[in-house]
Protein backbone atom coordinates (compact mmCIF):
# COMPACT_ATOMS: atom_id res chain seq x y z
CA UNK A 1 0.00 0.00 0.00
CA UNK A 2 1.01 3.23 -0.39
CA UNK A 3 -0.09 5.93 2.15
CA UNK A 4 0.10 9.79 0.90
CA UNK A 5 0.81 11.68 4.03
CA UNK A 6 2.29 14.40 6.05
CA UNK A 7 4.79 14.17 9.23
CA UNK A 8 2.71 16.52 11.05
CA UNK A 9 -0.91 16.04 9.94
CA UNK A 10 -2.37 14.13 12.57
CA UNK A 11 -5.18 12.73 10.59
CA UNK A 12 -2.03 10.98 8.79
CA UNK A 13 -0.50 9.95 12.25
CA UNK A 14 -3.50 8.29 12.84
CA UNK A 15 -3.67 5.96 9.77
CA UNK A 16 -0.08 4.93 10.40
CA UNK A 17 -0.96 4.06 13.77
CA UNK A 18 -3.18 2.13 11.92
CA UNK A 19 -1.47 0.50 9.70
CA UNK A 20 1.61 -0.32 11.91
CA UNK A 21 -1.08 -1.88 14.65
CA UNK A 22 -2.49 -4.10 11.74
CA UNK A 23 1.29 -5.32 10.53
CA UNK A 24 0.56 -3.64 7.31
CA UNK A 25 3.78 -2.65 5.54
CA UNK A 26 3.50 0.57 3.18
CA UNK A 27 5.16 3.25 1.48
CA UNK A 28 4.96 6.67 2.76
CA UNK A 29 4.53 9.37 -0.04
CA UNK A 30 4.97 12.66 1.44
CA UNK A 31 2.63 15.57 0.59
CA UNK A 32 3.95 18.92 1.98
CA UNK A 33 0.79 20.65 3.21
CA UNK A 34 2.98 24.01 4.04
CA UNK A 35 4.31 23.85 0.66
CA UNK A 36 0.96 23.13 -0.70
CA UNK A 37 1.53 20.08 -2.66
CA UNK A 38 -2.09 19.33 -1.53
CA UNK A 39 -3.43 21.41 -4.11
CA UNK A 40 -1.48 19.71 -6.85
CA UNK A 41 -3.66 18.44 -9.79
CA UNK A 42 -2.24 15.12 -10.15
CA UNK A 43 -2.80 14.72 -5.81
CA UNK A 44 -6.61 16.44 -6.31
CA UNK A 45 -7.75 13.77 -8.64
CA UNK A 46 -6.70 11.36 -5.75
CA UNK A 47 -8.18 12.74 -3.04
CA UNK A 48 -10.75 15.91 -4.23
CA UNK A 49 -10.84 16.80 -0.83
CA UNK A 50 -7.02 18.44 -1.19
CA UNK A 51 -6.51 16.61 2.48
CA UNK A 52 -3.81 13.84 3.92
CA UNK A 53 -4.11 10.84 4.00
CA UNK A 54 -4.61 8.75 1.19
CA UNK A 55 -4.33 5.41 0.98
CA UNK A 56 -3.75 3.48 -2.11
CA UNK A 57 -4.42 -0.65 -1.82
CA UNK A 58 -2.16 -2.98 -3.82
CA UNK A 59 -4.78 -3.00 -6.57
CA UNK A 60 -5.08 0.60 -6.64
CA UNK A 61 -8.31 1.79 -4.76
CA UNK A 62 -8.19 5.07 -3.23
CA UNK A 63 -9.53 5.55 -0.09
CA UNK A 64 -9.64 9.13 1.65
CA UNK A 65 -10.72 10.21 5.03
CA UNK A 66 -9.10 8.41 7.65
CA UNK A 67 -11.63 7.41 9.92
CA UNK A 68 -13.26 5.80 6.67
CA UNK A 69 -9.75 4.27 6.25
CA UNK A 70 -9.34 3.21 9.42
CA UNK A 71 -12.90 1.48 9.42
CA UNK A 72 -11.99 0.06 6.11
CA UNK A 73 -8.65 -1.46 7.70
CA UNK A 74 -10.48 -2.59 10.37
CA UNK A 75 -13.09 -4.48 8.56
CA UNK A 76 -10.88 -6.45 6.31
CA UNK A 77 -7.81 -6.97 8.86
CA UNK A 78 -9.25 -8.60 11.67
CA UNK A 79 -6.67 -8.30 14.50
CA UNK A 80 -6.20 -6.32 16.61
CA UNK A 81 -9.72 -5.02 16.07
CA UNK A 82 -9.96 -1.21 16.95
CA UNK A 83 -13.95 -1.44 18.10
CA UNK A 84 -15.52 -3.66 20.04
CA UNK A 85 -17.72 -5.95 18.68
CA UNK A 86 -21.03 -5.12 21.18
CA UNK A 87 -22.73 -2.33 19.52
CA UNK A 88 -23.31 -0.03 22.48
CA UNK A 89 -19.63 -0.40 23.33
CA UNK A 90 -18.82 0.42 19.71
CA UNK A 91 -20.98 3.69 19.76
CA UNK A 92 -19.33 4.84 22.96
CA UNK A 93 -15.92 4.27 21.42
CA UNK A 94 -17.09 5.83 18.18
CA UNK A 95 -18.08 8.81 20.18
CA UNK A 96 -15.13 9.24 21.80
CA UNK A 97 -13.09 9.41 19.04
CA UNK A 98 -15.29 11.41 17.06
CA UNK A 99 -14.88 13.84 20.32
CA UNK A 100 -11.51 14.40 19.02
CA UNK A 101 -12.07 13.95 15.18
CA UNK A 102 -15.35 15.90 14.40
CA UNK A 103 -15.09 18.72 17.24
CA UNK A 104 -11.21 19.10 17.93
CA UNK A 105 -9.18 18.72 14.53
CA UNK A 106 -11.48 19.95 12.02
CA UNK A 107 -11.75 23.52 14.11
CA UNK A 108 -8.05 23.31 14.37
CA UNK A 109 -6.61 22.11 10.45
CA UNK A 110 -3.99 23.89 9.12
CA UNK A 111 -6.34 25.11 6.56
CA UNK A 112 -8.46 26.54 8.56
CA UNK A 113 -5.94 28.63 10.59
CA UNK A 114 -4.06 29.58 7.20
CA UNK A 115 -7.74 30.88 6.20
CA UNK A 116 -8.08 32.55 9.62
CA UNK A 117 -4.32 33.98 8.83
CA UNK A 118 -4.83 35.33 5.41
CA UNK A 119 -7.92 36.41 5.27
CA UNK A 120 -9.10 37.69 9.17
CA UNK A 121 -5.50 38.99 10.15
CA UNK A 122 -5.10 36.20 12.89
CA UNK A 123 -1.55 36.86 14.07
CA UNK A 124 0.65 33.50 15.02
CA UNK A 125 -0.14 34.24 18.88
CA UNK A 126 -4.26 33.99 17.84
CA UNK A 127 -3.71 30.66 16.26
CA UNK A 128 -1.64 29.90 19.53
CA UNK A 129 -4.80 30.87 21.39
CA UNK A 130 -7.17 28.94 18.71
CA UNK A 131 -5.42 25.39 18.78
CA UNK A 132 -5.51 25.90 23.01
CA UNK A 133 -9.28 26.57 23.37
CA UNK A 134 -10.57 24.20 21.15
CA UNK A 135 -8.22 21.09 22.49
CA UNK A 136 -8.98 22.25 26.19
CA UNK A 137 -12.77 21.88 25.19
CA UNK A 138 -12.27 18.67 23.73
CA UNK A 139 -9.82 17.08 25.84
CA UNK A 140 -12.52 17.94 28.79
CA UNK A 141 -15.52 16.42 26.91
CA UNK A 142 -13.32 13.36 26.00
CA UNK A 143 -12.23 12.58 29.48
CA UNK A 144 -15.77 12.62 30.43
CA UNK A 145 -16.67 9.58 27.99
CA UNK A 146 -14.11 7.62 29.54
CA UNK A 147 -15.07 4.61 32.01
CA UNK A 148 -11.92 5.18 34.15
CA UNK A 149 -10.44 1.85 35.57
CA UNK A 150 -8.44 0.06 32.14
CA UNK A 151 -4.80 0.79 30.64
CA UNK A 152 -6.07 2.38 27.72
CA UNK A 153 -9.28 4.98 26.89
CA UNK A 154 -11.83 2.00 26.94
CA UNK A 155 -10.35 -1.10 27.68
CA UNK A 156 -6.18 -3.06 28.18
CA UNK A 157 -5.52 -2.54 24.43
CA UNK A 158 -5.98 0.80 22.25
CA UNK A 159 -8.83 1.12 20.02
CA UNK A 160 -9.89 4.02 17.72
CA UNK A 161 -10.74 6.43 20.78
CA UNK A 162 -6.86 5.96 21.51
CA UNK A 163 -5.33 6.57 18.02
CA UNK A 164 -7.64 9.98 17.51
CA UNK A 165 -6.00 10.69 21.12
CA UNK A 166 -2.36 10.01 20.96
CA UNK A 167 -1.90 11.55 17.24
CA UNK A 168 -3.92 14.89 18.44
CA UNK A 169 -2.13 14.41 21.67
CA UNK A 170 0.91 15.33 19.44
CA UNK A 171 -0.33 18.77 18.56
CA UNK A 172 -1.29 19.42 22.24
CA UNK A 173 2.07 19.17 23.37
CA UNK A 174 3.57 21.18 19.86
CA UNK A 175 1.21 24.24 20.92
CA UNK A 176 1.23 23.74 24.73
CA UNK A 177 -1.58 22.98 25.82
CA UNK A 178 -1.92 23.41 29.55
CA UNK A 179 -2.26 19.27 30.36
CA UNK A 180 -2.86 19.63 34.37
CA UNK A 181 -6.54 18.75 34.26
CA UNK A 182 -6.19 15.89 31.94
CA UNK A 183 -3.42 13.36 33.86
CA UNK A 184 -5.67 10.21 32.49
CA UNK A 185 -4.83 11.32 28.81
CA UNK A 186 -0.82 11.58 29.75
CA UNK A 187 -1.16 7.94 31.27
CA UNK A 188 -2.95 7.00 28.51
CA UNK A 189 -0.22 8.47 25.97
CA UNK A 190 2.90 7.34 27.75
CA UNK A 191 1.46 3.82 27.76
CA UNK A 192 0.54 3.94 23.80
CA UNK A 193 3.72 5.55 22.97
CA UNK A 194 5.28 2.39 24.55
CA UNK A 195 4.25 0.46 22.26
CA UNK A 196 6.26 0.03 18.63
CA UNK A 197 3.19 0.76 16.54
CA UNK A 198 2.59 3.85 17.88
CA UNK A 199 6.60 5.09 18.23
CA UNK A 200 6.85 3.96 14.71
CA UNK A 201 4.27 6.26 13.90
CA UNK A 202 5.42 9.41 14.96
CA UNK A 203 5.30 12.67 13.32
CA UNK A 204 9.32 12.89 14.20
CA UNK A 205 10.07 9.20 12.89
CA UNK A 206 8.75 9.92 9.43
CA UNK A 207 10.66 10.35 6.30
CA UNK A 208 9.29 13.59 5.69
CA UNK A 209 10.17 15.12 9.12
CA UNK A 210 12.26 18.22 9.51
CA UNK B 1 -36.21 6.22 22.43
CA UNK B 2 -35.86 9.90 23.27
CA UNK B 3 -33.74 12.32 20.80
CA UNK B 4 -32.02 15.57 22.26
CA UNK B 5 -32.18 17.80 19.38
CA UNK B 6 -32.41 21.56 18.57
CA UNK B 7 -34.45 22.30 15.07
CA UNK B 8 -31.70 23.87 13.09
CA UNK B 9 -28.80 21.69 14.15
CA UNK B 10 -27.65 20.09 10.91
CA UNK B 11 -26.73 16.77 13.16
CA UNK B 12 -29.98 16.21 15.27
CA UNK B 13 -31.19 16.41 11.77
CA UNK B 14 -28.92 13.61 10.24
CA UNK B 15 -30.61 11.34 13.14
CA UNK B 16 -33.73 12.39 12.80
CA UNK B 17 -33.50 11.00 9.43
CA UNK B 18 -31.85 8.04 9.67
CA UNK B 19 -34.41 7.17 13.15
CA UNK B 20 -37.37 7.88 10.15
CA UNK B 21 -35.50 5.96 7.45
CA UNK B 22 -35.60 2.82 10.31
CA UNK B 23 -38.88 3.22 11.16
CA UNK B 24 -37.96 4.28 15.06
CA UNK B 25 -40.73 6.28 16.54
CA UNK B 26 -38.99 8.72 19.20
CA UNK B 27 -39.97 11.52 21.16
CA UNK B 28 -38.35 14.99 20.71
CA UNK B 29 -36.48 17.18 23.96
CA UNK B 30 -35.80 20.23 22.47
CA UNK B 31 -32.52 21.77 23.72
CA UNK B 32 -32.19 25.37 22.46
CA UNK B 33 -28.81 25.67 21.34
CA UNK B 34 -29.26 29.46 21.42
CA UNK B 35 -30.08 29.94 24.82
CA UNK B 36 -27.52 27.59 26.23
CA UNK B 37 -29.42 25.15 27.49
CA UNK B 38 -26.50 22.65 26.20
CA UNK B 39 -24.19 23.71 28.56
CA UNK B 40 -27.06 23.25 31.50
CA UNK B 41 -25.31 20.51 34.16
CA UNK B 42 -27.89 18.17 34.05
CA UNK B 43 -27.46 18.37 30.02
CA UNK B 44 -24.01 17.80 30.06
CA UNK B 45 -24.07 14.93 32.17
CA UNK B 46 -25.77 13.42 29.84
CA UNK B 47 -23.24 15.13 26.81
CA UNK B 48 -20.30 15.98 28.26
CA UNK B 49 -19.52 17.29 24.82
CA UNK B 50 -22.00 20.13 24.99
CA UNK B 51 -24.09 19.33 21.88
CA UNK B 52 -26.79 17.85 20.37
CA UNK B 53 -27.91 15.37 19.14
CA UNK B 54 -28.06 12.85 22.30
CA UNK B 55 -29.99 9.50 21.89
CA UNK B 56 -31.34 7.83 25.14
CA UNK B 57 -32.47 4.23 24.38
CA UNK B 58 -35.67 2.87 25.97
CA UNK B 59 -33.03 0.64 28.47
CA UNK B 60 -32.08 4.50 29.66
CA UNK B 61 -28.44 4.21 27.94
CA UNK B 62 -27.22 7.43 26.67
CA UNK B 63 -25.71 7.44 23.11
CA UNK B 64 -23.61 10.75 21.51
CA UNK B 65 -22.36 11.88 18.23
CA UNK B 66 -24.08 12.14 15.52
CA UNK B 67 -22.10 9.76 13.36
CA UNK B 68 -21.70 7.21 16.20
CA UNK B 69 -25.31 6.84 16.90
CA UNK B 70 -26.18 6.83 13.15
CA UNK B 71 -23.52 4.03 13.04
CA UNK B 72 -25.20 2.42 15.86
CA UNK B 73 -28.98 2.58 14.43
CA UNK B 74 -26.98 1.06 11.13
CA UNK B 75 -26.06 -1.88 13.18
CA UNK B 76 -29.21 -2.82 15.28
CA UNK B 77 -31.90 -2.34 12.83
CA UNK B 78 -31.52 -3.91 9.34
CA UNK B 79 -33.48 -2.06 6.90
CA UNK B 80 -32.94 0.33 4.97
CA UNK B 81 -29.38 -0.36 5.13
CA UNK B 82 -27.03 3.30 5.41
CA UNK B 83 -24.09 1.77 4.46
CA UNK B 84 -23.25 -1.14 1.42
CA UNK B 85 -21.99 -4.19 2.70
CA UNK B 86 -18.78 -4.07 0.29
CA UNK B 87 -16.04 -3.05 2.08
CA UNK B 88 -14.87 -0.55 -0.55
CA UNK B 89 -18.03 0.42 -1.56
CA UNK B 90 -18.41 1.74 1.99
CA UNK B 91 -15.19 3.30 2.72
CA UNK B 92 -16.37 5.26 -0.45
CA UNK B 93 -19.99 6.38 1.45
CA UNK B 94 -18.16 7.38 4.48
CA UNK B 95 -15.24 9.27 3.24
CA UNK B 96 -17.76 11.30 1.19
CA UNK B 97 -19.93 11.27 4.36
CA UNK B 98 -16.83 12.69 6.42
CA UNK B 99 -16.52 15.19 3.80
CA UNK B 100 -18.92 17.13 5.12
CA UNK B 101 -19.13 15.73 8.47
CA UNK B 102 -15.42 16.58 9.45
CA UNK B 103 -14.78 19.00 6.80
CA UNK B 104 -17.70 20.94 6.31
CA UNK B 105 -19.43 20.79 9.63
CA UNK B 106 -17.56 21.48 12.66
CA UNK B 107 -15.37 24.86 11.44
CA UNK B 108 -19.07 26.39 10.72
CA UNK B 109 -20.54 25.17 14.12
CA UNK B 110 -22.51 27.49 15.88
CA UNK B 111 -20.21 27.27 18.87
CA UNK B 112 -17.22 28.09 16.44
CA UNK B 113 -19.11 31.24 14.99
CA UNK B 114 -20.34 32.40 18.51
CA UNK B 115 -16.40 32.28 19.21
CA UNK B 116 -15.66 34.17 16.07
CA UNK B 117 -17.91 36.59 16.99
CA UNK B 118 -17.17 36.90 21.13
CA UNK B 119 -13.75 36.75 21.05
CA UNK B 120 -12.39 37.87 17.50
CA UNK B 121 -14.66 40.57 16.64
CA UNK B 122 -16.44 38.61 13.36
CA UNK B 123 -19.60 40.14 12.04
CA UNK B 124 -22.29 39.10 11.15
CA UNK B 125 -21.27 39.60 7.06
CA UNK B 126 -18.04 37.74 8.19
CA UNK B 127 -19.89 34.96 10.25
CA UNK B 128 -22.16 34.53 6.29
CA UNK B 129 -18.82 35.12 4.15
CA UNK B 130 -17.30 32.14 6.85
CA UNK B 131 -20.34 29.41 6.11
CA UNK B 132 -20.28 29.79 2.37
CA UNK B 133 -16.45 29.45 2.25
CA UNK B 134 -16.01 26.11 3.68
CA UNK B 135 -19.54 25.13 2.63
CA UNK B 136 -18.54 25.89 -1.00
CA UNK B 137 -15.05 24.31 -0.47
CA UNK B 138 -16.41 21.08 0.60
CA UNK B 139 -19.37 20.31 -1.75
CA UNK B 140 -16.66 20.41 -4.75
CA UNK B 141 -15.09 17.22 -2.77
CA UNK B 142 -17.86 15.88 -2.09
CA UNK B 143 -19.26 16.04 -5.74
CA UNK B 144 -15.96 14.99 -7.23
CA UNK B 145 -16.06 12.02 -5.18
CA UNK B 146 -19.63 10.60 -6.54
CA UNK B 147 -19.42 7.82 -9.14
CA UNK B 148 -22.65 9.09 -10.89
CA UNK B 149 -25.45 7.87 -12.83
CA UNK B 150 -27.65 6.71 -9.71
CA UNK B 151 -30.91 8.31 -8.26
CA UNK B 152 -29.19 9.13 -5.12
CA UNK B 153 -25.51 9.90 -3.85
CA UNK B 154 -24.12 6.24 -4.43
CA UNK B 155 -27.02 4.66 -5.23
CA UNK B 156 -30.80 4.16 -6.00
CA UNK B 157 -31.89 4.48 -2.18
CA UNK B 158 -30.24 7.17 0.40
CA UNK B 159 -27.52 6.63 2.61
CA UNK B 160 -25.09 7.94 5.04
CA UNK B 161 -23.73 10.50 2.26
CA UNK B 162 -27.22 11.25 1.49
CA UNK B 163 -28.42 11.77 5.29
CA UNK B 164 -25.14 14.42 5.86
CA UNK B 165 -25.55 15.80 2.18
CA UNK B 166 -29.44 16.86 3.13
CA UNK B 167 -28.96 18.28 6.71
CA UNK B 168 -25.83 20.73 5.08
CA UNK B 169 -27.64 21.65 2.16
CA UNK B 170 -30.85 22.69 4.99
CA UNK B 171 -27.45 25.31 5.91
CA UNK B 172 -26.28 26.18 2.21
CA UNK B 173 -30.02 27.42 1.65
CA UNK B 174 -29.76 28.98 5.02
CA UNK B 175 -26.62 31.36 4.22
CA UNK B 176 -27.25 32.04 0.58
CA UNK B 177 -24.90 29.51 -0.61
CA UNK B 178 -24.28 29.98 -4.77
CA UNK B 179 -25.70 26.77 -5.86
CA UNK B 180 -24.82 26.96 -9.02
CA UNK B 181 -21.70 24.62 -9.73
CA UNK B 182 -23.61 21.93 -7.53
CA UNK B 183 -26.42 21.36 -9.92
CA UNK B 184 -25.88 17.11 -8.86
CA UNK B 185 -26.55 18.04 -5.28
CA UNK B 186 -29.86 20.13 -5.82
CA UNK B 187 -31.39 17.30 -7.83
CA UNK B 188 -30.09 14.74 -5.15
CA UNK B 189 -31.94 16.88 -2.61
CA UNK B 190 -35.36 17.08 -4.61
CA UNK B 191 -35.51 13.40 -4.69
CA UNK B 192 -34.82 13.01 -0.93
CA UNK B 193 -37.09 15.62 0.44
CA UNK B 194 -39.77 13.79 -1.23
CA UNK B 195 -39.41 10.64 0.50
CA UNK B 196 -41.51 11.25 3.89
CA UNK B 197 -38.66 10.33 6.41
CA UNK B 198 -36.56 13.05 5.09
CA UNK B 199 -39.64 15.55 5.17
CA UNK B 200 -40.44 14.79 8.57
CA UNK B 201 -36.77 15.45 10.08
CA UNK B 202 -36.87 18.93 8.21
CA UNK B 203 -35.96 21.53 10.77
CA UNK B 204 -39.08 23.68 10.02
CA UNK B 205 -41.32 20.58 10.96
CA UNK B 206 -39.73 20.05 14.62
CA UNK B 207 -41.75 20.93 17.78
CA UNK B 208 -39.40 23.75 18.72
CA UNK B 209 -39.41 25.21 15.29
CA UNK B 210 -39.86 29.15 15.44
Known sequence: MKLYSYWRSTTSYRVRIALNLKG????????????????????????PGKGV??????????LTQSLAIIDYLDATIPEPLFLPENQLQRARVRAAAHTIALDIHPVNNLKVIAHLKSRYGFSA?????WF????TEGFHAY?????????????????????????????AHRWGVDMTPFAR??????????????A???????????
Open 24 to 47: VSYETVPINLVAGEQRAPDYVALN
Open 125 to 129: EDGIE
Open 53 to 62: PTLVLDNGEV
Open 200 to 210: AARPENQPDAT
Open 143 to 171: QALLPGGSAFSFGDSPDLADICLIAQLYN
Open 132 to 135: RHWM
Open 185 to 198: LLEIEERALALPAF
